[in-house]
């Protein structure tokens, strides 16, 4: 199947390991800077590899090399556009988070992408950690009960240095804030496990340690679903001095569980009411990562190769992507707007944020 990558910056080395461990055929990658293209490939050997070509243009890439699976890389603001030129050509994509900036931009993803028969997978690639996967499956064998409540705790580090790598960082129109950027893994896998169906949020976010950013360094939520659980939602980047952990805690009336490490890639609690010896190899459990990012990427591809070739949806498809969205510009609506926001959101956007913390 051959593959291109458009973008190739902080996170494309995921991209290019992940098409690799899955034997795709790297045929273009694609950035306004040639210096980042010849950097990601130099990181694989891929370097003097003549027959990956080289683009700052996606729209001649996409088609002069007619791929069968793009990923878009690229900084947020642009993943929407992005996506929907390479859907109008057929060619199925995977988006990095956020997959838009707003709720009409996530909804003509998915529109289009049913409406023209195009595979769309949201880059959510935490629901592959092998703790989440075994959370997922205890969940989805009733062994919970009836869910109580839970939270994410995202609490990690970026200093100015980070920021002053790309100039689009923090900024509403191509980021967002911690809740956008570093926190929506998180906060996906929350709305995911308790149910999807949210009913309302109350949200805040302050920027304490970031001034020279448009948005938020920290943020916090209540949310309340509508199978009667709720959950808290904290983000931050004011960790001092590195990463804390991501921390995912689902309460039910038989089962408890706490998905910790820096990227909810480790089990530190696992108590179900109906115990049995297998469980006792899920305590302590620990995946080892090379980064925060985890090692998702790989089994987020294949999953996507099987979608098209077996011509089924995604596992994380385009409404996991819009969904995961939606939470995080609710949180943000409800700082605006100073009170509680009901879902679903017809509309809103990172840039209805605009002069927040002027």
Not at 65 to 94: F, M, Q, Y
Not at 171 to 187: K, V, Y
Not at 313 to 318: F, H, K, N
Not at 319 to 331: C, F, H, S, T, Y
Request: proline share 3%.
């Amino acid at each position: 199947m051959k593959y291109a990558l458009i973008g190739c910056g902080r996170i494309s080395t995921n991209h290019i390991k992940a098409a690799l461990n899955n034997g795709l055929e790297i045929v273009a990658v694609c950035d306004l800077k040639p210096s980042h293209m010849e950097d990601v490939l130099a990181k694989h050997g891929l370097e003097k590899d003549d027959s990956i070509a080289r683009y700052t243009d996606y729209r001649l890439m996409l088609v002069e090399k007619k791929p069968e699976l793009v990923s878009i890389a690229t900084e947020s603001g642009s993943h929407a556009r992005i996506a929907l030129d390479a859907i109008n050509l057929g060619i199925p994509v995977i988006i990095e988070k956020p997959m838009a900036m707003s709720i009409s931009d996530a909804e003509e993803i998915i529109r289009r992408s049913k409406e023209r028969g195009v595979k769309v997978s949201a880059c959510h690639q935490n629901r592959f950690n092998v703790a989440v996967q075994k959370m997922r499956r205890a969940l989805e064998n009733g062994r919970f009960g009836a869910l109580s409540h839970g939270s994410i705790h995202v609490r990690w580090n970026r200093n100015k240095a980070y920021y002053d790598q790309a100039p689009w960082r923090g900024t509403w129109a191509e980021d967002g804030g911690t809740l956008m950027n570093q926190c929506i893994h998180g906060i996906d896998l929350l709305r995911w496990t308790f149910g999807d169906e949210v009913e309302e949020v109350y949200g805040t976010t302050r920027q304490v340690q970031h001034p020279y950013l448009e948005a938020e360094d920290v943020g916090m939520a209540v949310v309340k679903f509508k199978n009667g659980a709720i959950a808290t939602i904290e983000g931050t980047v004011n960790v001092y001095p590195r990463n804390l952990e991501e921390t995912l805690y689902i309460f039910g009336e038989k089962g408890t569980v706490k998905i910790g490490g820096t990227s909810t890639n480790n089990i530190d609690v696992w108590d179900f009411a109906d115990e049995t010896e297998m469980d006792a190899e899920n305590k302590g459990l620990k995946e080892a990562t090379s980064n925060v990012y985890g090692n998702g990427h790989t089994s987020l591809f294949r999953d996507m190769i099987e979608a098209i070739e077996q011509d089924r949806e995604p596992y994380v498809d385009a409404v996991a992507g819009r969904n995961a969205l939606e939470l995080v510009l609710a949180i943000y609506k409800s700082r605006k707007e100073g009170v509680p926001v009901k879902l679903p959101l017809t509309d809103f956007s990172t840039m209805d944020m605009v002069g927040t913390f002027d």
